[in-house]
């Protein structure tokens, strides 16, 4: 399978716990986006990286929130001391910088994390 | 504030019968305009995309959509839909040299009935 690859596909925890989620994108594509999409909504955007490097973080990613890409493959996104109100779709997306503008703009996105907080 | 807006919650047709999903940006400026699809139980894929040129753009499964600068729409049509188009509808806007990231519309449900 040559997707983009989310790890867990569902994840139920209790509030106040810490969840950490993955992502492996498209094997050569160096950006990597972080959506978070709830119910009767459009994905909205958190972070992005450009390799190993956080180039835009949202305002809806909160101090609870951190993304890494240590390496610039695969990243996870963390989130300590969950509420409720994180329970949503986490979806990651990647895409290719390439020497094209076309190919720079097109977003594949996984399956998703669904989060459930009790 | 930026924003992309839908104006379709939810659409239901017959087969056959012919689409038009409204999108609206708020953005001025160069962007790129996405249409992505979401059938039950599947990842978000691409239908088509705008980027320069001709401002009527052909995607995959018959679908089309305009891009029409003046009203800030990107539409999205298709003259006869099926059963198979039943999926949630999203349109997304990338503003140019603001990094990579989309913003998206609300969605639109489509329920195509047999």
């Known amino acids: 399978d040559t997707g983009v690859s989310q790890d867990p596909r569902h994840k139920i925890t209790k509030r106040g716990q810490n969840v950490t989620f993955r992502c492996d994108p498209i094997?050569?594509?160096?950006?990597l986006y972080w959506y978070r999409q709830t119910l009767g909504q459009g994905p909205e955007f958190l972070t992005y990286?450009?390799?190993?490097?956080?180039?835009?973080k949202s305002r809806l990613l909160s101090d609870r929130f951190s993304a890494e890409r240590p390496k610039g493959s695969f990243s996870t996104l963390e989130i300590q001391r969950t509420e409720q109100g994180d329970s949503a779709m986490y979806l990651c997306?990647?895409?290719?910088?390439?020497?094209?503008?076309?190919?720079?703009?097109?977003?594949?996105f996984g399956a998703g994390t669904r989060l459930s907080v009790l | 504030a930026q924003s992309v807006s839908q104006h379709n919650h939810h659409v239901i047709l017959s087969e056959a019968a012919s689409l038009e999903l409204g999108c609206n940006y708020s953005?001025?400026?160069?962007?790129?305009l996405f249409w992505y699809v979401q059938y039950p139980g599947q990842h978000l894929q691409l239908l088509l995309k705008?980027?320069?040129?001709?401002?009527l753009v052909k995607g995959i499964k018959g679908f089309e959509a305009e891009f029409i600068k003046s009203k800030f729409s990107f539409n999205l049509r298709k003259p006869s839909v099926q059963w198979s188009d039943t999926a949630e509808y999203f349109c997304?806007?990338?503003?140019?040299?603001?990094?990579?990231?989309?913003?998206f519309g609300q969605g639109t449900e489509l329920s195509v009935k047999p």
């Open positions: 990286f450009q390799n190993e490097a956080q180039l835009e």
């Open positions: 997306a990647s895409s290719s910088d390439g020497l094209k503008e076309v190919a720079k703009n097109i977003q594949y």
């Open positions: 094997s050569e594509h160096n950006r």
């Open positions: 705008y980027f320069s040129g001709d401002p």
């Open positions: 997304a806007v990338r503003r140019y040299n603001q990094g990579g990231k989309l913003i």
């Open positions: 953005y001025g400026g160069t962007v790129n």
